[in-house]
């Protein structure tokens, strides 16, 4: 034998000698089945958590971020009239022939070929109306005083089933009263009713008139 045979006889012999026991496969096996499993289950909490952030997030923006249904808007207070101060003893024209001026004393209403009417400021009671009219059964001229501590924001007169808007003139200063006056196209046997209203939509007075038939 060369050399080299007699050494490849000698590992034989060797590797031979060596046991050899039987393979670890179904240890091999079920240790790949549980790192299966636990992978699936890794993957399956992170598909959840994706799926509940957006849910998460739709629930804050509802419960804090969503607009909420705006309330029902409160009653609102009418627009300041336009008052006009005028100096005492000037005339007012109202239309349909009619006239005013306010003095110290009060109102005077001017009527065609009639004499002027006064409404006296201080019979007036305070927190009330007083009022004439004048006209025929085409149309009606409304004027009246208002007298109060507080200045209205307008003044409203009912009649007919109308209601039409009164323009409010005083004279310069704190005179402690207001002037007003409305044309309506009715006559002033009807029913009516005239009310004082404040900045914040308050009626401060009313005065109603029953109509004559």
């Known amino acids: 034998m060369t050399p080299d045979e007699t050494l490849a006889a000698a590992l034989h012999e060797a590797a031979a000698a060596v046991p050899v026991g039987t393979a670890p496969t179904a240890a091999v096996m079920l240790r790949g089945r549980t790192i299966r499993r636990r992978r699936r289950a890794m993957r399956s909490a992170v598909v959840a958590a994706a799926v509940l952030v957006p849910v998460a997030g739709a629930a804050f923006s509802a419960t804090f971020d969503s607009p909420s249904t705006p309330p029902a808007p409160a009653a609102s207070a009418p627009a300041p009239a336009a008052v006009r101060v005028v100096d005492p003893g000037e005339k007012v024209p109202l239309g349909h022939g009619h006239t005013m001026r306010l ?32 006209g025929d059964g085409g149309g009606t001229v409304w004027a009246g005083i ?14 007919g089933g109308r209601t039409v808007g009164a323009r409010i003139v005083t004279l310069p200063g704190s005179p402690g009263w207001v002037a007003f006056h409305a044309y309506a196209t009715r006559a002033r046997t009807d029913g009516s009713t005239i009310t004082v209203l404040g900045a914040d939509g308050t009626v401060l007075a009313t005065l109603a008139k029953p109509g004559r038939g």
């Open 146 to 159: 208002y007298r109060g501590p507080e200045r209205p924001a307008g003044v409203t007169l009912s009649v």
């Open 103 to 134: 003095t110290a004393r009060g109102l005077y209403l001017g009527m065609p070929k009639a004499t002027e009417q006064l409404v006296k400021a201080a019979e007036v009671p305070g927190g009330k109306i007083s009022a004439t009219t004048s």
